[in-house]
Structures are given as C-alpha cells and as structure tokens.
C-alpha cells in the first residue's frame, strides 16, 4: 500500500509542470581521446537544477524554456560554462579537457560532493587513477586491492583479492565487467584480480542503496567499465613488471566515429615456481610444473550518429597450473619411460554487444546482449612406454627364447565444470523534467550450469583396449536456470534539499520445476539542510539465486557455483543505512555511516560437512540460517591538493544464527569468520614534483575467526575398522603384517565454530613513481614494497603439537605468506 | 587432485615468510564428557563409552553413572564400566520408544534422548557371485574387471518423511586350504567382530572380512553405469576421475529418491576369496585335499536419525581423507547429539538377512592327461 501510494505521487508529480520544459541532452567526453566521462556533472546555474552524465556518458537536463548558464566539470577537468537561450530541446555534446592547473592532483578519490549530490549512498567511484596510485603485491596494482581499503570492506586472507562487504560472504558480491556479470574474478589462488587496470575506465562499487537495475547478489555491487578507446589518436603504452607484462593499445578505426582499444596481460610466474619446484619432492619424487595466466581485453566502439552508438567488447583471461612426473628406467636390455601430468585450468569468456539510442533527449536506451563462459577442467594425461626382452618358454621344445617386446599405454582423462550464461538486458534512462530520473527496464539471463563432466581417453598396446568415453558424475547433470528482473526507480527532486529515490525490483529464478519471485524495494532519501552538509537514509532488500561451494580460505578453481534448488530458497538481504555527509571543510570530505543488516537463507556447510570439487547432492551439506550484520564507517577524504588520500574506520559486527536442528554449530551463534571489529584503511599520495610522487597505503584488521581444535576426543564407529600394521619376521623370513580392529577412533575437538580470534592483520605498502617526460612518449618508473616493514600478517592458523623443548604441547600455528617483497615496473606510454 | 592441492599448499608454504606458534588456552576444551555409543532396538548387549576430551588424547572414564531411560522411566543404570571400558545395556528398546541415555561424571551431566527410528518394511536380499564384473576403478584406468559379489536389496521405506539409512554388510568366510609347500591342511578363517552388535532377527556373531592383500580397498561397490542405485547418493563415487572422492565408507543415504515407495538397490562387493571353478589334483589322493568354502553373508537395512547420517558422513570425508589439508579448510567441527558433552549416541533398527552364498563348497578336480606336465597344471 505504501509503494503505491509513493508510485502515485511521483506520476501526479510527472504531470504537474504547466511551464514548458524543454531538454538539454548529449554526451560529456574527454577532449584527448573522446572517450566519455562518467559521472560529469552538468549545472544550470539559472535554474539550480543539475544532472549526471550515465555510464555511456550521457546526461539530460530539463530545464525552463529561457536563458541558461550550463556548467559542465568532471573532476581534473577544467569546468566549461555554455551560456545560452533555450528555445527548443538542444544537443550539447561537450568536450572536456585536463585542466593544467589541476595537475598537481595526484589522485582524487571522486568527484568533489559526490556524497552531496547524490540520493544514493553506500556507493563510491574508483577511477583508474586511484587504482594506478594504490601499491600492490609485486607492482599489480589492482581493482580489488583498492576496493579493500574502503570503509566497510573486508579482505579475505591477507593479500587476497577476495572482499566480504558488510558482513557478506565472499560470493555475495556482483562484479560486472561492461555488464556481464564475472564468475571466476582472480589469478594466482586469490591474490591477483583479472581486470588489467590499463583495460579498465572507471569502477563504482555499491555497498548498500543499490540501483534497481543492480540484481542477483546480496552484498555488493562492483561495475567495472572498459575503456572505449581514443577516437582522435593512437596511445600505446607498456609496462614490465616483476610478475607480469601488459599492454594497451588504443586508437581510431576513422576518427570520431569508430575506435578501438586492445590490451592484455600476462605472468612469467612460472620462471619463478619451475625452479622452486624443481627441488621440492613429494613422496620422495622430483616433480616439476608450473603456472601462468593471462587476461585479453578488446573493445571496439562505433558511433553511428548522435543518437545511436555500438560497443562490442571481449574478454578472455585463462589460467593454468600444471605439474610433470617423469620418471625413466634404463638398464642394458629394458628401458622404460612414464609421465604424467596433472593440470588445472580455468577461465573465463565475456563478450557483450551493447547498443546506445537516444529516441529523444530525454530518454536513453542501452541493449546489451552478453554471452558469458565460466569453465575449469581439471586433467590428467599419462602416458608409458616400455621396451625390453621376455623368455618365452616353449614347452615341446623345451626352448626359453628371448623375445623383444614393446608396449605403450596412454591415459587421458579430463574433469570439466562449466557455466554459460546468455544475456539480454535494456535500460531506459527516462528524465521527464528537471525533477525526475527515472530508470527503468529488464534484465534475463538464461544459465546453463553444466557441472562435472569427465571425459578419459585410454589406449594400450597390449590387448588393444581402446576406448573414449565420456562419462558424467551420477546426479550430476545439466542445470538450465532463467532469471527475470524487471526495475523501476526513480531519483526525485522534490526540493533543492530533498531528495527521494524510489525504486524496485522484481525477480523470477526458475529452476527445474520451482519458480521463485521476489520484490525487492529500494529507498533512499537525502535532505540538505546546508549547503555543504546532508544527511541520507536508505532501505534495501536484494536477492541471491547462485552460490559459490567452497572450503578453503583461499580461492580454488574447484569453487564451483550451483544455482539454488527446490529445497534451497534464494538467499535475501535487508540493509537499513543512515549517513551524513559533509564537504564543508576546504578540500576534504567527510562521510559517517551507519548500517544493520540482516540475511536470510545464508548457507553454511553443516558440521563435518565439506565441499571438495563436487556439487552432488550439496543441497544435502549445507543448512539455511540467518546472520546479521552492524556497523559504523567513517571515511575522512582529501581530494585535492599535491598530498591527497583519505583515511577509512570501520566498527562492525557480524554473526550467523542456525536454528538448533540444521545441523551447524549445534544451533548455538558464532561470529563470521571475517567479523573483525576494528577495520582501518589509510591511503596517502603526495606529489613532490612532476617527477616524482609517492603513494602508500597502511591497513589495519582486527582478527578474524578460525575453527581450531584445542584438545582430542573419541568418535565412535559403526562397525569394527581394520587397521594395517607392517610387520616382518626376520627370524623365519616372512612377513607377518597383521590387522587390528578397532570401533572407535581420535579426533580433533571442535568447542564451537569460529572459536578462535586470529592475531590481527596490519600492512604498510610504499610505491614510488619517477615519471620522465620526452617529448614523444612517457616513462614511469615504479618501485614498490609490499608489506614494508614484513609484518607477519596470519594466512592460515591451524593448532597442531609442537614441542618447545619444555615438553609437547597443543599450539596454534600461524603460517604467513607474503613478507616483504620489493618489486619494481617500467612503463612506457608513446 | 590431492597431489595439486598438496603441491599448492607445499609451493604457499615454501613462499611463505614464517611460521609461529601461538599459545592456546586450553583449559577450556579439557575434560569435556563425551559419550558415544551405536544402539540398537531389540538388543540385549549395546555399549556406551564415556571419555573426557584432553590435550594429547581422550581419557577414558570407567566410573561413570550411565542411565537409560525408556518412555520416561529409568530401565538401566550402570556405575562402572567392564575390563574393555564398556557401559553395556542390557535392556531392550524398541522403535518408536523414547530413549534417554544419561551419563554423569565429576559433576557434569551429558545427555541424549530421542526417538527410536523403525523398521524397514518387505525387507529382502540376494547375494550372487558375478564373476569378471567390470567396474570403474580410479583415475588411473578406466575399467577393471574382478570377481564381485553382486548384493540385490528391496525394501520399503519406513514413511514418506525424510528418512536415513545405512547399509550393513558383513561377511563370514571359511576357508580349509591344501598347502602343497608343507604338506598341511591349513584353516584359515577370515573372522573378527565386536560381539555386541546384534539384531533383532538372528543373533550374530558378526565377521569383517580382513583382507590379506592391502593395496585393494576394503569397501563395497556400486556399478554405476549398469544398475544406478535408487538412493540419493551411490554407495561410493566410482566414476570420480579425481581422487578427490568422498567414498561412502558407512555406506549412509537417504531416501530422497524413493520416499514412501520402495527402494531397490545394487551393491558390489570385491570377492577376495573366491571358490575356486576347478582344481588341478595329481591323484585320487589328493581329493580330500580339495580347498573347501564357506561364505556367509550378512546383509542389513539399518534406520538412523538425521544426526546419525551426518555424523557418519564426517566419518566417510575423515576416511576419504577429506579433511587432510585442515591447514587450509580450518578444524572440522564433528557433528555431535549429546547435550551438555560431546559424542554421539545413535539409535537405530536394523533389519538383516543371513544368505549362505557357498557351503563347505569344493572345486571341481581335474587329472591331467597322462602326457601333460604335472607339476605345470599343478601349480597353475
């Protein structure tokens, strides 16, 4: 009743105005490149009615028929002013470029009162710049990285790209890249993301307030945008590093109409590992193997006229860990050859074609249609050949006859998981007149889980066994899901100082024979009593239909996601906020907020249940409960300015609530594993000269929680075991092995989950840039460290029995990874 | 699988900047009750073991006060356990009784009480010998072929709500062997068994194969790809080409696949000791030195709670060595009933069936022809 009651006064509000209004529309790009800016500000300084250009860069402005004072900025940019009489509705495409004033501007966290501004809130722009300037293990700078030093983020495992965001889990976030959503989003385990930040324009990350067209994960929200390309001139640049090498190029096809922008990246990390490999032994064999990945990023845009552009992107990124046996016997007469290899390889494959049209000035429409492949195999080729004599008895002869033989068996096997996702989606940006933004559209999305699959391949030559056979795990076989959202909001001035943004979603998730729907309303208010101040409100409810089954902290290939089923209900989340917001304070920006939320329908694996590589019957592991979820962040920002950065707190608390009958942690609440109460992120650039600049970052976490055992007790069995003891009678030359039986066993004894509050986590990274301009091209030159000064930050704790010299005793185990690691990148832009 | 999460870990482990060891309070997790026991309705001899949790090991207790409680009222009560460390039962519940067992020690009081699960209903078996079954193995080949037991069960399901089983197989094998090196008869007779486990159909005195050749893997099999099982989950994960399988050691389901209805179902199991087809002897002498078989196998329906199905799932991931990278997965948290303690007290009914698949069974004796080689037939 409330909802209709406010959708009924919006569309009263729509047919208010008698005054003729007429529009204003265009698109803001940069003057360089043309690429378009997102998120530039237009303001009729007449009127006092403003608007913000969309993530195609587009923006329309009702205004009063009459003279008119447009400003156009972005931040960096030097701020254009168009004055001029409106008569009719106008096409104003502005061009905008990097003020040299501003240049001393290292980085600048977003645009000037972007928390002013806007109804949203929990929502923060991360432009390229701040994720160039934000140091990172081995010079990587990287999305995730950057995204985790914002107020009410956890890292994962320290040094992790993964993110759990206001008591979230990890696979509660939606990470779209130019649309798509991404499924499988780091390299190397965990610790590095695949977005490549030269490929990247501009990333906004949303943490509570989301946008109605925003759908299918509970937590948050992260867009990543892909650079269109420059339309006037060619840029290239490169960059070395200690890890990887990247690429970009971009440039036009024919100038303003058509560009294109390619780039990529890829590791040498295997130089590294062969020869650390190289001396490792397992079960007393030298083995070998290795890794590497790489991330291809291309995009070509058309513009077809004003109205209408095309933008067609692609994105290929595959990693690949392998390892080799080989093992070779040689004596006069036989010889004998074996290897194996064992790999795991996984990727991802997007692509979307989205097409802008404006029908008129005051709407915009964006199509896209996305195709998206999820797929990790896991594999095995093994392969012998042996070459030798036998004796051949030959009983009416009485003969023994050597005879040469030769033999060879090959064996193939490969265990697939895959998801393919088609997509189709349009947005409608409908600005009716200067008080209105509406949004509306739909977004469906067709899956097609296709989990373990095997194929082998075996050949011998023995008896001519052949065979080829796919073979798919019992239970397991194609899931085929449609999700339907439908979204409407609307950003509603109704005052200079009040603002109202409205808005729904609602969704369909059909599985097998089970549909599922959800309404999921959003709201958000924002009053500005004083210029420089607001103060903003917002109720979310969001919805989850896939999962992530995992069982490690750090982030495996084996992860697989399975949509819910009959019996597992999507997964919901409500979030009330509150914030205030102050820019007030010459170039500094003040944000405090506060948050509750509440999730349904969480999963957790049931007590001694786990997830390893297979999804049969997973419904059967895991039980649904509730977690809940407060805190407080406050962020304190300098924008500008030759020392710039800000400094992040955050105070929360997290928890999971399973009733006494699911099976987890005997109904008793325990903490989320990543529920640290005392969060501190600062982030500090300052720039010395045009030469050089330096930036570093220092974090603080509190623990985390573990599971770890502290004592033993006895687990009783069904039915008598028999446990194998070697034995051998040396007196009568004989073996005498024997079996014991045994109906019980020792096991390690677990109190409560998340027992345990890990030591707290802290980091100080330093990079410094030597820039060095020529006239044709420019050279950086990065040293970085990661983890400056080698705290010893827990990766994994675990107890186990060490003896101290006093005697055997149960201790926790504390295992870092990542120490200091200098690193140093060379990078060349002509 | 194993080996590359192994190698990660190692390759993690190697890059690593240190280790340290932190001090644990462990005042608190010491001397925890902890009762466990398997029981069965109608049976006159079920075990109840009491520990306390400690540091290095579990302390075993042998002067706790255990209590059971049938319908409300105390039936049995035991103050000490026997030489072995048992608290035996002897009386006898039945399903649907609401059973309570009670264990008090130093002050502390652990407990459980619950419903007996029923019967299986139309509950029957046959055991044949399949001779060269092919079967998947493991990653490293494809198929295989041995000579299996093959185990056909029919039963009804105990209701239509969520139901749990578990499959109970046993064996007892006999065998009187001719040892031609020392001229002997040997017996060898593959028994063993905990005395207490008993039914309500016959009184057992259960065996466990024990087989003598270690390298082959002591569980029962489904064939997958000829006679899929009705149960939720296969009986182990033969097609899994990763050896990253949880095998369903305690052969636990449920009956998600045939609520209500009944449930037919297929099992393999590996013959390590089967009668020979024929024998090659020299001379009629040598007749009473024929091998001789006996193999009885015991086959049965066990109905547990969802706690018990659970817990014995832990126990299949703890076997399958699932939970060896604990480094990486973090403690694993036992599923556990009792309250007040730890452990787990699991009620269940078992329906069994004694099927003699060989009786004193002899191979057939072939004489070799006069021109053939003796020794070469012989010793075939």
Redesign the interface.
Known sequence: MKYSLLFSLIFLSLNTFAQKKLTVSGYITDEKSSETLIGATVFDQNSKHGAITNVFGFYSLTLPEGACSLKFSYVGYTPQTLEFTLTKDTLVNIKLSEEAALEEIVVTAQKDDAGITSTKMGSLDVPVKIIEHTPAILGETDVMKTIQLMPGVQQGTAGSSAIYVRGGGGDENLILLDGAPVYKIDHC?GFFSVFTPEAVKKVTFYKSSFPARYNGRVSSVIDVRTKDGDMQKFQNSFSIGLLSSRFTVEGPIKKDKTSFSVSGRTTYLSLL?VP??SI?K?DGEK?N?GYWFYDFNAKVNHKFSDKDRLYVSFYRGVDK?W?RDKYEWNDTEDKSTDNDK?F?RWGNLISTVRWNHVFSPRLFSNTTFSFNKYKMA?G?V?ECTRKGSSYDYN?ETGENKSVKYTSSEY?E???NSSIIDLGLSDDFDFMPNEKHDIKFGFNYINHNFDPET?H?R?KTSYNQDK?D?L?R???AKNIYANELSLYAEDDWKIANSLHLNPGFAYTLFAVGNKTYSNFQPRFSIKYSPLKNFAVKASYTRMSQCVHLLS????S?P?DLWVPITENIKPETAEQYSVGLYYTGFMMWEFSLEGYYKELDNVLEY?????F???S??WQ??VAMGKGKSKGLELLVKKVAGKATGWISYTLSKSDRDFDA?S?V??GDPFPFTYDRRHNIGIVYNQKFSDRIDLDATWTYYSGSH???????????????K?E?YYNYDYQNHRDA?Y?I?R???????????NN?TL?ATHLLCIGINIHKQKKRCERIFNFSVYNAY?A?NP????????D?GTG?????????????IPSVTWTYKF | ?K??????S?????????????????E???G?L?V???LYADCDSNVV?V?E??????REISNAGVKMFINGTLAEEKTSADSAGRYILRKKFFPGDIVKIEVDYGGKTAYREAQVPEYVKDFEAEVTLERQKTY?NS?????DKEDMYQIDLKFTDVSSEKNYY?L?L?EYTYTVKYEHERQRISDTVYI???EY?SNRDTVIY?Q?K??GD?SYH?YERTI??EA?SLC???MT?E????D???YNY?RVF?N?RFAGGKCSMRVYDICHNVPEETKYVRSEDDLEYLPEYTYIQYVGIETID??AY??????N??ESG??D????????????NVSGG???I?FAARKTKVITVFDHVKPTPVFPDDDD?DD?YYYK
């Not at chain 1, 109906?743 to 989950?753: D, G, K, Q």
């Open positions: 385990f590992t650390i490999m490792m397992i083995i193997g860990f390892i064992y795991l896991v095995n093994y009983f064996y096997s490969e265990y095997a082998t075996y065979s056979t073979i795990r019992p239970g069982s490690t902290p750090i495996l084996t049931k007590d001694g249940m786990s390893m590589g297979f049969s019957n059967d592991l009958h099976g942690n005997n573990a599971t770890v055992s502290t004592s033993r007790e006895t687990v009783i069995l069904p039915e008598n028999y194998f092995s079996y039986p109906n019980t066993s020792r096991t390690e004894y677990v109190e409560n989950r345990y030591p080698n010893k990766n994994f704790c675990f107890s186990t029995v060490a101290d055997e005793k149960t201790v926790l185990r504390k295992i870092t990874f990542l120490p200091l | 699988m080996k590359i999460i192994f190698l990660l190692a390759l993690t482990f190697f890059l690593s900047s240190c280790k340290e060891d932190i001090e644990l309070n462990l608190s997790t010491v925890v902890c466990n026991g398997f073991l520990t949790t400690g540091t290095a090991s579990p998947y990653e490293w080949a494809d198929f578990r109970y046993d063993d068994g905990h486990i259960t466990k024990i087989v270690h002591d997958i790809n899929p939720d989950e296969e994960t097609n899994d080409l990763i990253m399988s949880v305690y449920n998600s969802e706690d659970y817990f014995l799932k832990t126990l991931g703890f699932s939970f990278t604990q480094e990486l997965t973090g403690a694993i948290k036992m599923y556990r730890s452990g787990n699991i080689d070469y």
